[in-house]
């Protein structure tokens, strides 16, 4: 068994993510969103296999400010709206945009002010 060696210097490597996020052995019918999945006794409970901002030395350094900002844009939502929807989360026509998120092609969201 010997193996030759396959690394090479300026060799690039990048990380599937859309690999990672959407591979059967990693998830139960990965191309649905299924919120749940993420949930143990109605925690979130974090999960390796979710890989948003990259890996490694090049991960995105926006990371911590992309995070932020969206527990407030949320938070300022829920604060400010009440968000209904009869069927949110069964959505049967979905489409990649990108490498790494797949969502539904119309999502019908009915905010009323609070």
Not at 53 to 67: D, N, S, V
Request: hydrophobic share 35%; proline share 6%; net charge negative.
């Amino acid at each position: 068994a010997n193996r030759p060696n396959v690394q090479k210097q300026g060799t690039t490597v990048v990380e599937n993510l859309y690999g990672v996020h959407n591979h059967p052995s990693n998830w139960d019918k990965p191309y649905e969103f299924i919120p749940e999945r993420h949930l143990e006794d109605g925690k979130f409970v974090k999960n390796p296999n979710i890989i948003p901002f990259g890996l490694g030395a090049r991960y995105c350094m926006g990371q911590k400010l992309a995070e932020i900002n969206c527990f407030i844009i949320v938070v300022s939502i829920l604060q400010r709206f009440h968000v209904e929807h009869d069927d949110l989360w069964q959505y049967e026509d979905v489409k990649e945009l990108g490498l790494v998120q797949i969502v539904p092609e119309e999502a019908n969201v009915k905010l009323t002010e609070r």
